[in-house]
């Protein structure tokens, strides 16, 4: 019994003597190497705790961020003009029509004949007009003119050369067959001073029975910068005049031009006798 005592004396001294030469340090305490974070109840950054390291060299560096170098301070964005400026905006251009809605192209209407002065006279020769004014330049017979139209005055301008004195613009009134019926017009008028031309001659760019046809060649006529006239008789028929002139080659001159604008003209004396 003493034996066993003994050995088992022994045996728990073994026991403590291996025990105490054994670091159980790792085994029995926290695990230092471990990084511990804990949290701040007073709203700081958490804590964070290492254990010691023999070599510091080693040791994971912890990098602290300030908030002011972790935000780069960006440009403002620029306004809406400097990303997509006036030049280079896209604007949508509307939707091309089909040819199912296109728009239809608005038929040119001539002049209506209604609108067209026309002087009905009897059958005969109309030698004689009225000199109202002559001008050196065109826009001041076509005020001239403007002028006397307000006043109910019907006139119209004639281009003439004149030589050494070059072109001039009358303005005359009128057609008469006798030097009575223009003096009779001058005291119906009131025009004072005036004076009754013999113009024997003129242009004559056709003669019509049809309305339409005329209204066609008068604007024609027109657009030839000449100011053209229509005497017309009871029988249906239409004359048209450009000019009053007092010669035959004051005539010749004016169909001249008109027929470089593409114009019939023949130079005549100023009648309402049918030339056929």
């Not at 209506?112 to 000199?131: K, Q």
């Not at 004072?192 to 005329?214: C, N, Q, S």
């Amino acid at each position: 019994m003493k034996k066993f005592i003994a050995t088992f004396c022994l045996l728990i001294c073994a026991v403590v003597v291996l025990l105490a030469s054994i670091d159980l340090g790792p085994y029995l305490a926290p695990d230092k190497a471990a990084t511990k974070v804990t949290e701040s109840t007073t709203g700081q950054e958490p804590a964070v705790a290492t254990k010691d390291i023999k070599n510091p060299e080693q040791a994971p560096q912890l990098q602290q961020i300030q908030p002011e170098e972790s935000m780069q301070t960006l440009p403002p964005a620029p306004p809406v003009d400097e990303i997509f400026p006036e030049q280079e905006r896209v604007v949508m251009a509307p939707p091309k029509k089909t040819a199912a809605v296109a728009e239809e192209k608005i038929p040119e209407i001539p002049p209506s004949p209604i609108e067209l002065e026309v002087t009905v006279l009897p059958v005969g020769d109309y030698p004689f007009s009225i000199l109202l004014a002559t001008f050196q330049e065109k826009d001041a017979a076509e005020r001239g003119l403007s002028l006397y139209r307000k006043q109910g005055i019907s006139a119209y301008w004639v281009k003439v050369h004149l030589g050494e004195m070059g072109i001039r613009y009358r303005l005359f009134t009128g057609t008469f067959s006798t030097m009575p019926e223009a003096q009779q017009y001058l005291k119906q008028s009131a025009l004072v001073d005036k004076l009754i031309k013999p113009t024997y001659y003129a242009a004559r760019v056709g003669v019509f029975t049809d309305k339409t046809e005329l209204a066609g060649a008068y604007r024609k006529t027109r657009q030839a910068d000449v100011i053209p006239y229509i005497l017309g008789t009871t029988k249906g028929d239409y004359y048209l005049y450009v000019g009053a002139f007092y010669t035959y080659v004051g005539a010749i001159d004016q169909c001249r031009e008109l027929a470089a604008a593409g114009l019939t003209c023949e130079p005549v004396k100023r009648s309402t006798v049918p030339p056929y």
